[in-house]
């Protein structure tokens, strides 16, 4: 259920006059735009140069152990990466076209268009041949998420994180949730699909949530020098209002594994690749510019919108993805603020699993038991519209699919 709009204007206000009391947020918020200048200054000189802006990372080094600090930390700076090769092309072509089986012969576009209006995520994009679709339970999606090699990265992934609290664990970066999304299917020529720079995983919380005020302490305390993007306290406490596609699950990192090969130009994504840039756009908010009962043009229940008007000086930042190819991975900070390219002028289609990074915790290990239940019975993501497609599709992934690292994924 929605909050109620008076309501919701009320607490901001109350909450933006409570914020700016406990420290000199102006001056930090001054101090900060400094730093995210600098920060967008190096990405945009490097992007002149065709030099590498997102840092890219070969999974042959995480599996040896042999990622440099110096990558390691360019990585944490950056709040994103690209891992390459974690699966062999081979295998992934062999995925794609399975895929491409499974949508035709259970007759997919049929049914979407009678559900068509379910899923609101994406209501302002133009109708027509779907890009994304509402399918979670085919055999290569759950073979993508419980493969040894998605769970090796995601440790690597994890291990970046702070997930120690007075030497409790906030989290286990050695074990895996999984955490079911969906495919991206889009065809040359789509303009449909174009997504504006946003956040996913909370909008308005981020402002007024206990738990999202404890993630970000430190910024709200005027010491932003301090906040660490990557301490993990209190961020599997946070809680967020309930909407078809903002995920109740913790990750460490969203991300999608490659089917096809794509890169700029093509359809695909792009990212701010500056970490600590959810600092200056929750002080970009306090700032006297804004009305009082307005969070930047946040909206309850939605993806966090990063709009010119308020963001310019990080939108500067905006870069594409380098070229990938089937069986590399893409991954974003859950604070880092992405994109999707307006219109895909490629040959080819641009094709990716969403799968991200969900380890094991309190807070996801509620969520799985929902999640378990609609696997068995084949329906939508708990998370998502309850399109409920693959119910009675043929060949669609059952318990028996599951290896024992998946069970142990999925809760079951």
Same mark, same amino acid.
């Given at each position: #259920?929605s909050? +109620?709009?008076?309501? #919701?204007s009320?607490?901001?206000?109350? &909450? ?5 009391k406990?420290?000199d947020l *102006?001056?930090?918020?001054? @101090?900060?735009?400094?730093?995210m200048k600098?920060?967008?200054?190096e990405?945009i000189a490097?992007?002149?140069?065709g030099?590498? =802006?997102?840092?890219e990372v070969? %999974?042959?080094d ?7 600090s +110096?990558?390691?930390?360019?990585v944490?700076k950056?709040g994103c990466?690209v =891992?390459?090769?974690? /699966?062999?092309s081979e295998?992934v072509? @062999?995925?794609?076209?399975q895929?491409?089986?499974?949508i035709?012969s259970?007759q997919y576009y049929d049914?979407e ?5 379910l899923?609101q995520?994406?209501s ?8 994304? %679709? ?6 290569p &999606?759950?073979?993508?998420?419980q493969s040894e090699?998605?769970?090796a990265?995601r440790?690597?992934?994890n291990?970046l994180w ?11 970066? *050695?074990q @895996?949730c999984?955490?079911a999304d969906?495919?991206?299917r889009?065809?040359?020529?789509d303009?449909t699909?174009?997504?504006?720079p946003? =956040? +996913?995983?909370?909008?308005?919380e981020?402002w007024? *949530?206990?738990g /999202?005020?404890?993630?970000y302490?430190l910024?709200y305390?005027?010491?932003w020098?301090k906040?660490?993007?990557f ?6 406490e ?6 078809p596609?903002?995920?109740? #699950? /913790?990750?460490? /990192? ?6 096809t ?7 695909t994504? &792009?990212l701010?690749p500056i970490?600590?840039g959810?600092?200056?756009i929750?002080l970009r908010?306090l700032?006297?510019d =804004?009305?009082? !009962?307005?969070?930047?043009?946040a909206k309850a229940g939605r ?6 008007e308020y963001?310019q000086l990080?939108l500067k930042?905006l870069?594409p993805i380098p070229?990938?190819?089937?069986g !590399? ?8 603020i992405?994109?999707v ?5 490629g040959n080819?289609?641009?094709?990716? #699993?969403?799968?991200?990074?969900a380890? +094991?915790?309190?807070k996801?290990q509620?969520?799985l ?6 696997f068995?019975r ?7 519209a309850p399109?409920?497609?693959e119910? !009675?599709f ?5 318990l028996?699919n599951?290896?024992d690292?998946?069970?142990? &994924?999925?809760?079951?």
């Amino acid at each position: #259920m929605s909050p +109620d709009p008076k309501i #919701m204007s009320q607490q901001i206000q109350q &909450q933006k006059q409570k914020l700016r009391k406990s420290a000199d947020l *102006d001056s930090s918020f001054i @101090e900060l735009s400094r730093a995210m200048k600098e920060e967008v200054e190096e990405i945009i000189a490097l992007a002149a140069t065709g030099s590498q =802006v997102i840092p890219e990372v070969n %999974f042959n080094d995480i599996q040896k152990g042999e990622v440099s600090s +110096d990558l390691t930390q360019l990585v944490k700076k950056r709040g994103c990466a690209v =891992v390459r090769q974690v /699966f062999t092309s081979e295998r992934v072509n @062999e995925w794609n076209v399975q895929i491409v089986e499974y949508i035709e012969s259970n007759q997919y576009y049929d049914k979407e268009i009678e559900k068509r209006g379910l899923d609101q995520y994406f209501s302002q994009l133009a109708s027509g041949r779907p890009q994304i %679709f509402g399918l979670y339970w085919s055999k290569p &999606q759950i073979e993508a998420r419980q493969s040894e090699e998605l769970a090796a990265a995601r440790r690597w992934l994890n291990r970046l994180w702070d997930h120690n609290q007075s030497g409790k664990l906030v989290f286990n970066p *050695d074990q @895996e949730c999984s955490y079911a999304d969906r495919l991206r299917r889009r065809q040359p020529g789509d303009s449909t699909l174009g997504l504006s720079p946003h =956040v +996913d995983g909370g909008s308005v919380e981020r402002w007024l *949530d206990e738990g /999202f005020h404890n993630v970000y302490r430190l910024v709200y305390s005027g010491e932003w020098q301090k906040y660490d993007p990557f301490a993990a306290v209190h961020r599997t406490e946070t809680k967020e209002i309930p909407s078809p596609a903002v995920c109740q #699950m /913790f990750r460490t /990192f969203q991300g999608w594994t490659a089917l096809t090969s794509q890169g700029p130009g093509e359809g695909t994504l &792009q990212l701010i690749p500056i970490a600590r840039g959810m600092a200056w756009i929750l002080l970009r908010a306090l700032q006297n510019d =804004v009305a009082e !009962d307005d969070l930047c043009g946040a909206k309850a229940g939605r993806a966090l919108s990063i709009l010119p008007e308020y963001h310019q000086l990080l939108l500067k930042a905006l870069a594409p993805i380098p070229k990938v190819q089937p069986g !590399d991975t893409v991954w974003w900070h859950p604070d880092v603020i992405h994109a999707v390219e307006n219109h895909h002028q490629g040959n080819d289609y641009s094709n990716v #699993m969403y799968i991200g990074a969900a380890p +094991d915790c309190e807070k996801n290990q509620i969520f799985l038991p929902k999640q378990a239940e609609a696997f068995l019975r084949g329906k939508s993501c708990p998370d998502f519209a309850p399109e409920d497609y693959e119910i !009675d599709f043929v060949g669609r992934a059952q318990l028996s699919n599951l290896t024992d690292l998946g069970r142990l &994924q999925m809760g079951l």
